[in-house]
T-cell receptor
């Protein structure tokens, strides 16, 4: 009964491919996020959805497209993968903007582009 | 520019010892400050969260302090255990934008037996 689950945990793919990462939360939270953690370990927000509506869209290449079919799911699709996309991608969810302990992360998806 | 800086970058201590991690930020206007623990290969887990009016908060052996005037926070770990080995990340939220958090790079803590 994992609270925020992402799949796959590891993803190795060639440059130019298209891939998707899935995220699901069973906490009943209204807001879901995608973060990218680079080699320097900084976590940078990419997207945020609140009740299926996009509320944050940081400056990321438009090759990245989030999709939220319902408030419990937020998937990330990446087109034409590049070497620089290699990183760990974390999904997270929160209630009421995360003020409190409700900000919960998944275990991450380690993407390696070769 | 809103920034969060942590020190030291890494720290090695013996099991049972105490340690203190530092966080300085330039985020303004300030809303809240959080400390997260991130185990290797896992997502961050919240330890404490403090708003402007709080200057200390504890969670078991973890005690966080906040000085909103000097824009500094510390995380003190008492009687360290091997399971405390992890990265500890300071995160600051700007007022009015709880959806956007500004993350520090973390302090990598290693506890040796």
């Amino acid at each position: 009964d994992t609270a925020v689950s992402q799949t796959p945990k590891y993803l190795v793919t060639q440059m130019g491919n298209d891939k998707s990462i899935k995220c699901e939360q069973n906490l009943g939270h209204d807001t879901m996020y995608w973060y990218k953690q680079d080699s320097k370990k900084f976590l940078k927000i990419m997207f945020s959805y609140n009740n299926k509506e996009l509320i944050i869209n940081e400056t990321v290449p438009n090759r990245f497209s989030p999709k939220s079919p319902d408030k419990a799911h937020l998937n990330l699709h990446i087109n034409s993968l590049e070497l620089g996309d290699s990183a760990v991608y974390f999904c997270a969810s929160s209630q009421d903007g995360g003020l409190g302990y409700g900000y919960t992360f998944g275990s991450g998806t380690r993407l390696t582009v070769v | 520019k809103n920034q969060v800086e942590q020190s030291p970058q890494s720290l090695i201590i013996l099991e049972g010892k105490n340690c203190t991690l530092q966080c300085n930020y330039t985020v303004s206007p300030f809303s809240n400050l959080r400390w997260y623990k991130q185990d290797t290969g896992r997502g961050p887990v919240s330890l404490t969260i403090m708003t402007f009016s709080e200057n200390t908060k504890s969670n078991g052996r973890y005690t966080a302090t906040l000085d909103a005037d000097t824009k500094q926070s510390s995380l003190h770990i008492t009687a360290s255990q091997l399971s405390d080995s992890a990265s500890y990340i300071c995160v600051v939220s700007e007022e009015g934008s709880n959806y956007q958090l500004i993350w520090g790079a973390g302090t990598k803590l290693i506890i040796k037996p």
